[in-house]
């Protein structure tokens, strides 16, 4: 994610654009190859070309050399075996949190490594993320997921329960995606810094009042609840509307501050 | 925003926090004082206090002594001058460019510099925005926001057309709240890096449709024309509800990747 | 709103239409004045003058006669001593109970009337609404309301508790906008007739979870739980935006049949 | 759908209840039998039982005998051979429109007849519907659609084109749900009452604008244009929450009377 290079090299995430429905998130591996249903391309013969550039393959095909983004990475490469954040809420809970580089932020639970993903970017140089996950096959998961971007080393993943206390010091933000949040709010109350957030994601109504409650009852302060909708239009000249399938639920975010 | 200090110190931004509808945010100046209509706080008597003390002052209030977060002083302290843009939207803008700590962007208008804090604020500590605005007037008043935040190190302010051209090269993301959005379309073409993403923010569908539109006369891939509501909640036990106001509408955003 | 006239008489609902933003509806009474801050419109100027006519009044000032249509008259000329229901719930309340003229409604509370008159409008000539209410003040406005528009033939409004007992047997639709609906749930069990519907509507999401479940401890089927948010639209050449309010929440539907 | 008997009688249409997700709707014919995978039923078996009996059928599988509601009847056994209206949409059309028994409506196009049945569900015992189609199948779909529900007798089906011209004088409505309802609204003009409504039902934005503006155009006034969500929830003790698959978009409402 780091040093861009402009010309493709050995071991890069690499998007291979066909075209709008058929594209390819892949690592270029010397000496390798992709193949498609329709084509092979010979990782050897793109090695070097410069990004952007459109290549004739042998078959007759043409791919776009193309740099993914972030979002292209997580959401295509990354394995997911739990319920994973979409952008949508990442975007919100990022901004709600106030974190950014430099931030430290206490994760819970690490999950499929979705979210952890978007912290460790965010905090980068000088941040740090600490993952707890107490399902140590998730945080395999999470660990290989993450190890794509080459962002682990701003990430402690804990095999560990977050509901038993949290380890760090004067962390920026205590952000979970778990299914009894209310049980870390006591410990969450202690670890923040002054001023720092408590973020909480969960799916349904009854969750985010019972979190709501908790977080009044230990003084926190600015609480807010709150859903993140996005609606998708399907544009064409003269005859734009919102897609036909809607906007889907995902959960509840609720926000706070430590007084 | 940078050096967190555990004390309250000159020249901090303190969040004076007497209840949940009366807060106060300001900046801590030795020998001088702030009035609230019941009270005043001496700010000679804070200087050196924890954040998180609650004092009582002479009047016999009480004040949580408290560390605002950016979007408090975002939202609080800065003059607007213009339509600004909102967490809600602004998170899922952060999220679809791919912008991160490193990043070099462009951005335009400038406005009353609500995004441009947090592009700053995200692209820290290396990266670089560029934000371009023809108005005078508001660009004065967007340094001044931003001069607060500590963060104008990190933004190069342009009073010049942006549709006239862009002067940065090989830059991640051209980000645009401006009203016609797709006259920048074919520089952003040129000027962005490979995989760099556009976005643009519109208030109405017609501006929507021709963003799009355009982008696709320049062949931008993964273009995603949206709009983004947030619907907040009054959680009491047992009585818990979506707030009467409703989710209001504020624009649409578009988001695309140079091939 | 029965027998539609082309011309004025005495006695009429008529809306005095000025324009977009000033418009009256009132009662016509031969011998009187209608007075608006600019002009006075002399009922027997405009007696016997075919609707739809432009009228110049001595004043210069012009009004078009207008009949005002069931809506401009609930929601213009109803007194509103309660929350009252709005024509977004009250189109799927009158879908989802499948009444229409013929149909047996037992309703409560009455509140202002409101979802009554259309209960009555849609249920004539030959059907019956029943109407439940224990607060005297209320039945009196309700009663009042409905008199305006020449329905109370259609109605039976009740001094009485519902959570104590429905009358009525062989009911088609049991319709409440009340606070605790899952008492009178055991009732209408047994005074609908069969594939007689049950509705509710309640503003939290606590209210909709109980009476869901205890439709479901009385073996209703098909029940469903759902709201309906409107979205209002600003057109203007080239300029189209949703309107920048947004859409409030009223509260969330409940419906169900007796199996 | 009008004399409602207490037993099922040769003729009925009858809604066989297995269980939430088993159920179907059919006509009982004396001397023939309905088939589900699992088991038969015989109607001669059940002609002359009381609406609400739980059978035990041969098979030993429990069947209860209900009545479908008109939505049972339209959404289940219609036959569709284009895009229909649902309910969320009817709901808020016909309160807009101000119909009722008696009204006189025009309506174009009939399309699979979903609104046409509860257009006529409406206006009985003493209005009618005038639907105009120009494809004859789907005239001939929308026919035998309503045919089902016993409503032919309020409805005149014409297989001809609105936009040429409207045959019917002092309507209360007229509805459209056809590609360019725009060419119809000088007719409307002409043939609504004074104080009649038009309604259109479009899918997307660009007809939405191009409707308002041309009732503008004719002077129309209380012009309203908006669209209806609906959102489902799934309710359980403790876990209630929106359903996943989010709000669909089916299209937009413009509303107006004539002046």
Redesign the interface.
């Known amino acids: 994610m ?1 040093a ?1 290079t ?1 010309a493709v090299k050995d071991g890069d995430l690499i ?1 291979l ?1 066909f075209s ?1 429905r058929e594209k390819y998130i892949t690592k270029v591996k010397s000496g390798e190859a992709f193949y498609t249903y329709k084509t092979v391309v010979n990782f050897d013969d793109i090695i070097g070309l ?3 550039t459109k290549v004739r393959l042998k078959s007759g095909v043409e791919v ?1 050399l ?7 990475i997580v959401y295509t490469l990354f394995i997911r075996k739990t319920q994973v954040l979409y ?2 809420d ?7 949190s ?1 974190i ?3 931030s430290r932020v206490v994760e819970a639970g690490s999950g499929s490594g979705f979210l952890t993903a ?1 912290l460790a ?2 905090v ?3 941040g740090h993320v600490y993952s707890y996950e107490v399902r140590p096959e998730f945080l395999e998961i999470a660990k290989r997921n993450i190890s794509i971007l080459g962002l682990s080393d701003f990430i402690t993943f804990k095999l560990q329960d977050i509901t038993k206390g949290i380890d760090e010091d004067e962390v920026d933000a205590v952000i979970l995606d778990m299914s009894s949040p209310w049980n870390v709010i006591k410990y969450a109350r202690n670890k923040l ?3 720092g ?1 408590f973020i909480s994601f969960v ?4 969750q ?2 019972k979190v ?2 908790e977080l009044r009852h230990h003084s926190f ?2 609480i ?10 399907k ?1 064409a ?16 975010i609720i926000s706070a ?3």
């Open positions: 780091n861009l402009k998007l654009y709008k410069p990004y952007g776009m193309s740099r993914p983004s972030l979002e292209d952008p949508k990442i975007g919100l809970i990022i901004i709600k106030g950014g580089p430099g978007y970017h965010f980068r140089p000088n810094r002054h001023g957030s799916p349904t109504v009854n985010m009042e709501v409650l302060i600015e807010e609840a709150f859903e993140v909708m996005v609606r998708n239009y544009v000249m003269g005859e734009t509307r919102p897609v036909s399938v809607g906007m889907p639920h995902t959960g509840y501050h430590r007084p």
